[in-house]
């Protein structure tokens, strides 16, 4: 009989998680601002917390060996996510989250936008590799585990996801200097 | 390109490589100066996209509950755990296989008697878990106006006092030193035109948390002011303020999803030139340097 904690309990790994969690939730179509992202992380987190404590044992030995909890615990935040994201999608009457869906349509505009905006642009298959390699810190066998995919989608996804950035953020050489925004967003 | 060879760059990029396998990836990135590029390109955008959410999962736990959950799952079997990325910079986060393999009852006590320990264990973990859900709580959010503050001060101190060679690129013409800086930093750099009362003298590459900065020295009279550029996630404009940091004065604020401080020994008159910087148009933007595809 293994026991397996589903949650990390270091605070590197808690911060990671918060960091990955808020990049990840704010998407400036369903989660529009760093309050709301936090929030909903906070939650997504107490809702993983406390299916933890009712799963508790898992009956496969080499579980443990094989996913650490690190993994398990962004898995788990992950999966949580996702069912939040179909669920607000279908309540918006939209499909949910696939590769053509452009989170932040009609305001991504290429070379116009920050790198953040440019990663919240993106849609979530893409986005959640990204972070998940880059904030996180994971490798790339550890992203697959964690996201349930396998590592040659994650690469495809990858490879994707750093092309439509690098798109996103390229700076047009001939645009005019681009006025103000008047609205201020979070100023971090 | 082919499969192999994109995911082994992949792998470079996110410091997942064996080091033999790094070895022989920068081998063939020396044949391959396409393979180069794209490398320093993405490895460039790992960089500016950490700098980007830096300071979002920031907040600080109690240390007294994190304390207490290192005592309830034990701190000797944390020293075994693997697993790691293979790079340094990883070497720090350790799985927490350990830990589960410290909560896991022995086989000893389960013979023993199985279900006293066991109960107590899970009792144990619901506490801890519970605690842990209510741990995470708004506290404090890092205010990161300050770091940019104590970055723009620190640069100015490392490279705008006398006897030091303060800038890389030496020009006084804005546009080429955003035309440098862009280079350099592989991300597009903006720069607001120069104010009349003061005279451009160069450009440098300054240390900033996650990822470099633009750092460009100013002359005002005979004494030397320096603006710190930064990519942030704040793409509107956010009116200059002063800020003490590390025993000097900054002045910060927000333009063109840039943060920006200038600082120097000024005082009140470097408000008063960082409110005409941020009043200034900015210049063209440059192109970026070709990518390798």
């Given at each position: 009989m293994t026991v397996v904690p589903p949650l990390s309990d270091r605070p590197g790994?808690?911060?990671?998680?918060?960091?990955?969690?808020v990049a990840l939730?704010?998407?400036?179509?369903?989660?529009?601002?760093q309050a709301s992202a936090a929030a909903l992380v906070d939650r997504l987190f107490r809702q993983a917390a406390l299916e933890a404590v009712g799963e508790g044992v898992r009956d496969d030995p080499d579980r443990a060996t094989r996913d650490d909890a690190r993994v398990r615990a962004f898995g788990q935040f992950v999966r949580l996510h996702r069912r939040h994201v179909r669920r607000l999608a279908l309540d918006d009457g939209e499909f949910g989250w696939d590769e053509n869906t452009e989170n932040a349509r009609g305001k991504a505009r290429a070379g116009e936008i920050g790198m953040a905006a440019a990663v919240r642009a993106l849609p979530l298959e893409l986005r959640e590799?990204?972070?998940?390699?880059i904030l996180a810190g994971f490798t790339h066998r550890e992203a697959a585990s964690a996201l349930d995919i396998s590592l040659a989608t994650l690469i495809t996804r990858l490879?994707?996801?750093?092309?439509?950035?690098?798109?996103?953020?390229?700076?047009?050489a001939a645009a005019a200097p681009r006025a103000a925004v008047p609205h201020l967003r979070v100023v971090k | 390109m082919e499969a192999s060879r994109l995911a082994d760059l992949h792998a470079y990029v996110d410091d997942?490589?064996?080091?033999?396998?790094?070895l022989a990836f920068e081998q063939q990135m020396a044949q391959d100066p396409a393979l180069a590029r794209r490398a320093a390109f993405w490895r460039g955008q790992n960089s500016a996209i950490r700098t980007a959410f830096d300071g979002e999962g920031a907040r600080a736990f109690p240390i007294s509950i994190v304390r207490h959950q290192n005592e309830a799952f034990g701190r000797s079997a944390r020293s075994g755990a693997t697993g790691a990325k293979p790079s340094g910079e990883q070497s720090s986060r350790a799985p927490l296989t350990a830990v589960a393999e410290t909560g896991r009852p022995s086989a000893k006590i389960l013979a023993r008697d199985a279900f006293r320990p066991w109960l107590q264990w899970r009792l144990g973990r619901a506490v801890v878990f519970v605690g842990l859900a209510f741990v995470w709580a708004p506290a404090a959010a890092v205010v990161p106006g300050k770091r940019l503050g104590e970055a723009g001060v620190a640069a100015f101190q490392a490279f705008a006092r006398p006897g030091v060679e303060p800038v890389e690129f030496a020009?006084?013409?804005?546009?080429?030193?955003?035309?440098?800086?862009?280079?350099?930093?592989?991300?597009?750099v903006y720069l607001p035109a120069t104010p009349a009362a003061i005279k451009l003298i160069g450009a440098r590459i300054a240390p900033y948390p996650g990822a470099p900065a633009a750092f460009l020295v100013y002359r005002s009279q005979d004494r030397a002011i320096g603006l710190l550029v930064q990519s942030l996630d704040a793409p509107a404009t956010m009116a200059p303020q002063l800020l003490a940091a590390d025993g000097g004065t900054a002045a910060i604020w927000t333009w063109r999803g840039q943060g920006l401080a200038l600082a120097g020994d000024l005082d009140a008159a470097l408000l008063k030139i960082a409110a005409e910087f941020a009043d200034s148009p900015a210049e063209p933007a440059q192109p970026m340097p070709e990518r390798g595809w």
């Open positions: 790994d808690l911060n990671d998680l918060r960091q990955f969690g939730t704010r998407d400036d179509r369903l989660v529009l601002d590799p990204l972070l998940i390699v490879t994707k996801a750093r092309e439509r950035v690098a798109v996103l953020t390229r700076p047009h | 997942c490589l064996e080091p033999d396998e790094r020009t006084g013409d804005t546009a080429e030193a955003q035309a440098w800086l862009t280079t350099r930093l592989g991300r597009p």
